[in-house]
């Protein structure tokens, strides 16, 4: 689990310093304010640390680096991920399980990475960024785009998630001949094997009404919804935008991309969703989050943070908070108070509005 970030000139970032981070992370903001840059600045270092090593890749981590960054950012090169407004240098830095991993960018840039420090041992896990957009739709132009002609557009956040989408899922772990057994006083209480654990992923599959599968013949998605013990597919076009995101989580938990030590990065789990959806999702990752899985989430709904903040309370969990205010962005925890941001203030400021209309 990632236990902190520390960020300097890092594009539109000025300076972060986030320390004590949990398994359910928020930040929060306006749009534009850095909540998805500052994911992806994350993102790009945990993915460094799990290519790293991984299998026979001979490729030195700092090469890796500064692959993933401009593949992610894609600016017009990685030295203008520096700060233009500042002339010190870029700066990187967190702890994973205690291990620092860091670096920086300095300037003028060399096309390189100076001041490393990895003491992460080589990660056999996988985190993800699952994107605001569902990518089911387009899945096949982000591997052609990418894989095959090597073109600027889809950044590796959307990459690799259709590259993990690729695996094809083994038989669920607890099917309905094994599922008394997990009742039993013999089952884990903790990870993948755990009750709750299965049962979240359960009712992934139960909130969007079915599952998604590739089928080879055609080579396309297919959202698969049984009823009447008769199975009915349909084509991703025909499926909602809400009911895509969700069961890409599901596909990704089902095929064994994602365990209990993977880290998840969700940029705007609201967009697409309907509240009651919205409710239930933060539901299942609190779930997920309790068994080992990190998340980072982005987002500006007053729903999302208000959910949170329930869950918190009810859990006793601590959910740190980054929240963009003015031209700083300030730490709180929703185990504790709620924060005070714009987005908050809005939504106070209408219910207010609401009340006053009421009693006139």
């Known amino acids: 689990m990632i236990n902190s970030v520390q960020l300097k000139n890092f594009g539109p970032l000025t300076e972060i310093d986030w ?29 460094t640390l799990e290519d790293f090593k991984r299998g026979d890749n001979p490729d030195r981590p700092d090469h890796i680096l500064l692959n993933k960054l401009f593949w992610t950012f894609q600016a017009e090169g990685v030295g203008n991920l520096v700060s233009s407004s500042s002339s010190t240098d870029l700066l990187f830095g967190l702890t994973l399980d205690g291990h620092k991993f860091s670096y920086k960018l300095t300037k003028p840039f060399r096309n390189a990475i100076d001041g490393w420090i990895n003491d992460v041992p080589p990660r056999k896990d996988n985190s993800i960024f699952l994107p605001a957009k569902e990518i089911l739709s ?12 090597q073109l600027l557009g889809f950044d590796d956040t959307y990459l690799d998630l259709a590259r993990a989408l690729q695996i094809s899922p083994g038989k669920d772990f607890m099917d309905a001949a094994t599922r008394e057994i997990w009742i039993s006083d ?31 013949t055609t080579n396309r998605w297919y959202f698969e919804h049984e009823e009447f013990n008769k199975k009915e597919r349909y084509a991703m076009g025909a499926t909602a935008e809400g009911i895509k995101k969700i069961a890409v989580l599901d596909r990704l938990l089902k095929n064994g991309y994602l365990n209990e030590n993977s880290i998840i990065f969700i940029d705007e789990p609201e967009s697409t969703l309907h509240p009651e959806a919205i409710s239930t999702f933060l539901n299942i990752i609190a779930i997920l989050a309790k068994h ?69």
Do not use: M
């Open 19 to 47: 320390q004590n981070l949990g398994s359910i992370n928020l930040v929060i903001g306006n749009n534009g304010c850095g909540k998805s840059f500052l994911l992806k600045a994350i993102y790009s270092a945990v993915r």
């Open 138 to 149: 387009f899945y096949h132009i982000i591997l052609k785009s990418r894989q095959q002609d």
């Open 186 to 216: 013999n089952s884990p209480k903790s990870g993948c094997g755990s009750w709750d654990f299965q049962q979240a992923t359960s009712n992934l599959k139960g909130l969007i009404g079915g599952e998604i599968n590739y089928d080879e």
């Open 292 to 360: 080992g899985i990190q998340f980072f989430i982005a987002s500006h709904s007053y729903f999302v943070i208000k959910k949170l903040f329930l869950i918190a309370q009810e859990h006793k969990l601590s959910i740190p908070v980054l929240s963009k205010e003015g031209e700083s962005w300030q730490q709180s925890n929703l185990l504790h108070d709620f924060p005070d941001n714009p987005i908050i203030d809005e939504s106070i400021r209408l219910y207010e509005q609401e009340v006053d209309l009421a009693f006139r």
